[in-house]
């Protein structure tokens, strides 16, 4: 399988200066050496809990905020290095939805014209041409193309996601980035969002890097999970592994914390203490070790690192218990 | 295709689509009385503009001497001033004065205000924080000592009043349009259209203009107002544009020299003023109140 997005120490770092009159330099690491690589048409999940840094990996991999340092190699092509016609051209194969289906689309464009503007922009198709794709893409999303001369705000949330997709679909892209695409929907609608990204993906060959904070939609949707915890990957493995058998003791608790549907498997729910800390001021060593219930001595000191896991294509995993 | 929509889009096929926001927004102006009274006076104002050299009754130079001073009612059906010019055909065209310096300094504070307040509100960071301390040394002048300091420096015509007022109405027009900028560059669409390869004059242009266009013309009328005032202001201290051309704040200075034997030299154009800076104040205040979104049950 080969690669089609690889990501190799992403970094992130928001500074803002506060106070006066000596201002101070708060520095937000948001995003600490992350790397991971999805394959042609595999959807790879990033799981972790609010402020994990998982929308900015997300966000940086587009470059919609630049990265610090890393690389971002698309079919081993340096997309950070890319600029003006070369980015543009990027700019066709990856694409995103947007968690928030309410501000993801112009409120004073109709759908027609935001679908077939992206064609136009990259020469694709124009006029008659551009509005039959987009009368089709709107098809292939379940919704009729009479709301092609609608405007957003009369679509339901669920709607909007459709036409999200749809409008990322223009441009006919290789991956799409998934920024947690159905947690501002209702759980009914969820379920049909889902199932028409799923059905996209088997039709169309697309790889998703999908980001959630919810495991079962993780569980359902990726092949490949990725968990991270205060800007840094703790866990990375085929989905089935790590959500069954993780390694990590926070994609442990992580796991336990998820509801089973079998009431005979729910064990008695784990105690996660304390908040995540502020990336503004991670703790040394591992990041997770404050709240880790099996933190040993080392685990303050030294930063753990990167362990394969046993057997061929497993993952691997950032702890000293496996060191 | 296996999946179906999420609600009963049929149902939304049936019923007749709903109307746009601005539709919206002109609807609510037109059931509110006061908005209406407005545009009626302004429109009738306008059309008076317009039509001044088919419905003006006399030629607003000519000079009938021996009629001089006239009070209104009789053959000058608003009076004659010191050189026996009628008052009323002087009114309407002294109203395409007033209207055309109004209309073309607020359009281009408008355009020129507009594209500054939104492109350093979306570049943003210093860029940003420098522009607006300009605008608001601009805006730190009262718009009356601004044009007459333009107009003291440039001499006073027609094109040079324009410039003053449109000067001392870009600052407010930067502000207006790069507060709801500041935004709308957060909201989704603008990182869709960047992700989805469109260069940032496409954005600001085509998806944040559209959507602050409303703010922006609630604002022009209410400075229209303002410009007619500053227009009759400049006129009325010199500096507007030079006599026999008749413009309503010459007339009213004009009128002061014989205001105890012949008050009516400048009370009409006073009230011409007056009507005209109220019927813009009304409808922009009603059409402020109708795309408030506050006030808007969305």
Same mark, same amino acid.
């Given at each position: ?26 520095t ?13 048409g595999?959807?790879f999940g ?49 694409q995103? +939805?947007?968690? =928030? %289906?309410?501000?993801?689309l ?6 027609? $014209?935001a @679908?077939m503007? /992206?064609? #136009? ?87 998703f ?32 592994? +790590?959500?069954? =058998? %993780?390694?990590h ?8 914390? $998820?509801? @089973?549907?079998? /009431?005979? #498997? ?58 | ?7 009963p ?35 009738l104002?306008l ?23 006239q ?11 010191q ?14 004065i ?37 605008m608001?040394?601009l ?16 001499g006073?015509?027609l ?30 669409f ?10 940032h004059?496409?954005?600001i ?28 202001s400049?006129?009325?201290i ?56 506050k006030?808007?049950?969305?």
């Amino acid at each position: 399988m080969s690669a089609v997005l690889q990501v190799e120490g992403l970094r992130k770092h928001f500074v803002t200066k506060k106070g006066f009159p000596k201002p101070k330099t708060v520095t937000v690491r948001a995003v600490e050496d992350v790397s991971f690589t999805i394959g042609e048409g595999e959807a790879f999940g990033l799981v972790g809990e609010s402020g994990c840094g998982k929308s900015t990996v997300a966000r940086a991999l587009l470059r919609l905020i630049e990265p610090d340092a890393g690389r971002v190699l698309y079919r081993g092509e340096d997309f950070r290095a890319a600029n003006g016609a070369a980015l543009k051209n990027f700019r066709r194969r990856m694409q995103i +939805v947007f968690q =928030d %289906p309410y501000s993801s689309l112009d409120p004073r464009q109709s759908i027609g $014209s935001a @679908l077939m503007e /992206p064609m #136009r922009v990259h020469g694709i198709a124009e006029g008659a041409e551009a509005r039959r794709r987009a009368g089709a893409l709107l098809e292939e999303v379940g919704l009729p193309p009479a709301a092609l001369e609608r405007f957003p705000h009369e679509f339901s949330g669920g709607q909007r996601q459709r036409i999200g997709i749809a409008r990322a679909l223009t441009v006919e892209p290789e991956l799409i980035i998934a920024d947690e695409p159905v947690s501002a929907l209702d759980v009914s609608v969820q379920a049909q969002v889902l199932l028409l990204m799923k059905e996209l993906r088997q039709r169309r060959g697309l790889a998703f890097l999908f980001v959630s904070h919810d495991l079962s939609v993780i569980r359902w949707f990726c092949d490949r999970v990725a968990v991270m915890y205060l800007g840094r990957i703790v866990e990375e493995g085929p989905a089935g592994r +790590v959500l069954a =058998d %993780p390694m990590h003791p926070y994609a442990r608790i992580l796991r336990d914390a $998820s509801p @089973l549907p079998d /009431p005979a #498997r729910r064990a008695e729910l784990p105690r996660i203490i304390g908040e995540i800390p502020s990336a503004a001021n991670p703790p040394p060593g591992c990041p997770f070790h404050p709240r880790c219930p099996q933190a040993m001595p080392v685990c303050s000191t030294t930063l753990p690192r990167w362990t394969i896991a046993p057997g061929e294509g497993q993952g691997g995993v950032a702890c000293h218990l496996h060191g | 295709m296996s999946a179906v929509s999420d609600d009963p889009l049929v149902a939304a096929e049936v019923a007749p689509p709903p109307p746009s926001p601005w539709k919206r927004a002109l609807g609510k102006a037109r059931s509110n009385p006061t908005t209406m009274i407005g545009a009626l006076i302004c429109l009738l104002i306008l059309a008076g503009a317009v039509l001044a050299p088919w419905i003006s009754p006399y030629d607003p130079a000519d000079q009938d001497i021996i009629n001089r001073l006239q009070p209104p009612g009789g053959d000058y059906l608003l009076g004659t001033d010191q050189f026996g010019r009628d008052i009323l055909s002087r009114l309407l065209w002294g109203a395409r004065i007033s209207l055309s310096v109004s209309l073309s300094a607020i359009l281009a504070a408008m355009v020129i205000g507009g594209a500054i307040g939104m492109v350093s509100g979306y570049i943003g960071g210093r860029f940003d924080l420098f522009v607006m301390q300009v605008m608001d040394v601009l805006l730190s002048f009262p718009s009356l000592i601004l044009g007459l300091i333009v107009v003291a420096l440039l001499g006073p015509d027609l094109v040079n009043l324009i410039v003053a007022i449109a000067l001392t109405a870009i600052a407010p027009f930067a502000r207006i349009a790069r507060a709801p900028t500041l935004a709308l560059k957060e909201r989704a669409f603008v990182e869709a259209g960047r992700a989805l390869g469109y260069s940032h004059t496409r954005i600001i242009f085509r998806h944040i203009l559209p959507n602050i266009t409303s703010e922006v013309m609630v604002m022009a009328t209410l400075w229209l107002a303002t410009a007619v005032r500053v227009e009759a202001s400049l006129s009325f201290i010199g500096l507007g544009v030079k006599p026999p051309t008749p413009t309503w704040g010459g007339m009213t200075r004009d009128g002061f020299e014989n205001i105890l034997d012949a008050p009516w030299l400048a009370v009409f154009p006073g009230i011409a003023i007056l009507l005209l800076v109220l019927g813009l104040n009304m409808v922009g205040d009603g059409l402020r109140d109708a795309t408030d979104p506050k006030l808007r049950n969305e």
